[in-house]
């Protein structure tokens, strides 16, 4: 079936560098790209979206590239910070007008170390 | 605090036993999803309602699942039965059709069946 999925399960960065985070998705029809991030007994926090005729969209921190030939997708943190630390998970929904389904990914944990 | 609440935050239950959480929208939602979230594992879509419409449930969602939005406001997730492969955490989220796909989701109910 259709899957969202990490390359890295758990990412260690130092304090101020810039994080990296990558998600492969396999459907091709998928039309909008959610970023998210969750905190230990927290649900999932919305960081920033993508639409599938954007190749790039930034945030406040943060910037999410879309790479639809290689169905590839990544989250940039800029000067990540100790709050940063958390689950970071990609999110799909595919094309249709009804769709609203989102698809996660197993997740990448960032550790940001001192 | 408008953002979308879940109750109880943590459930313990018996096996075979029976267990109703609950979800308060954002109240200008006129969506409300429930999501299951195992541990490492990203969410997973249950089902979700637009007003009181039921309109996609998952093949997660065993017939010992029943989930309810009476009046279009608060929805009422049941477990009948309760069996151990059922704990995990339970997310609700909400969005405005037409608006973001950006959900807002709550904080989650973890259940513990043992």
């Known amino acids: 079936g259709e899957s969202v999925g990490l390359h890295l399960p758990t990412l260690s960065v130092q304090e101020g560098d810039n994080s990296i985070i990558n998600c492969a998705y396999s459907n091709s029809a998928s039309d909008y790209f959610i970023w998210y991030k969750q905190e230990s007994g927290k649900g999932p926090q919305f960081i920033i979206d993508?639409?599938?005729?954007?190749d790039k969209r930034q945030g406040q921190r943060v910037t999410v590239l879309l790479n639809k030939t290689v169905k590839h997708l990544s989250l940039q943190i800029a000067a990540t910070q100790p709050g940063d630390s958390a689950v970071y998970f990609c999110a799909e929904i595919g094309s249709g007008g009804t769709a609203s389904k989102l698809t996660f990914g197993t997740g990448t944990r960032l550790q940001v170390t001192l | 605090d408008t953002g979308v609440s879940q109750d109880p935050r943590h459930k313990i239950t018996k096996r075979g036993q029976n267990v109703t959480f609950r979800c308060d929208p954002i109240s200008e939602h006129n969506r409300l999803y429930w999501y299951r979230q195992t541990l490492g594992q990203g969410p997973e879509f249950l089902t979700y309602f637009q007003n009181e419409a039921q309109l996609e449930k998952s093949r997660l969602l065993s017939d010992r699942f029943s989930a309810e939005r009476p009046k279009g406001s608060f929805s009422t997730l049941e477990i009948q039965r309760t069996e151990q492969g059922d704990s995990a955490m339970y997310l609700c989220?909400?969005?405005?059709?037409?608006?973001?796909?950006?959900?807002?989701f709550g904080s989650g109910t973890r259940l513990t069946v043992v």
């Open positions: 989220a909400s969005s405005w059709v037409g608006g973001s796909y950006g959900y807002t």
């Open positions: 993508i639409r599938s005729n954007m």
